[in-house]
């Protein structure tokens, strides 16, 4: 049975850092392109980063450019983001996929508010 496992969601003030893991189970990890997703209240989900599955090849969206950061521990089966710099609008819930676009395998998601 493959699972996702979010966690380090939390409430950050505007400015502060979280860091989001997703271990996996029920699968290799190092056969799969991986990507963060986010879902803000009212909002479609939408693509935050991935990272490809051998050259550790990454992809952001704009919005979080220099500030978010993705990076992958195959060792672990575990795929991390770094959030710096948070803003108010980075409040959402993260999701982790398996997958560098289409459909896949999801996490239920962890929840990440920056408020002050």
């Known amino acids: 049975q493959v699972q996702l496992v979010e966690s380090g969601g939390g409430l950050v003030q505007p400015g502060g850092s979280l860091r989001l893991s997703c271990a996996a189970s029920g699968l290799t990890l190092r056969n799969y392109a991986m990507s963060w997703y986010r879902q803000a209240p009212g909002k479609e989900r939408e693509l935050v980063t991935r990272i490809t599955r051998t050259t550790g090849v990454t992809d952001y969206a704009d919005s979080v450019k220099g500030r978010f950061t993705i990076s992958r521990d195959d060792a672990k089966n575990t795929v991390y983001l770094q959030m710096n710099s948070l803003k108010p609008e980075d409040t959402a819930v993260y999701f982790c996929?398996?997958?560098?676009?289409?459909?896949?395998?999801w996490g239920q998601g962890t929840q990440v508010t920056v408020s002050s």
């Open positions: 996929k398996t997958g560098w676009s289409g459909s896949g395998y």
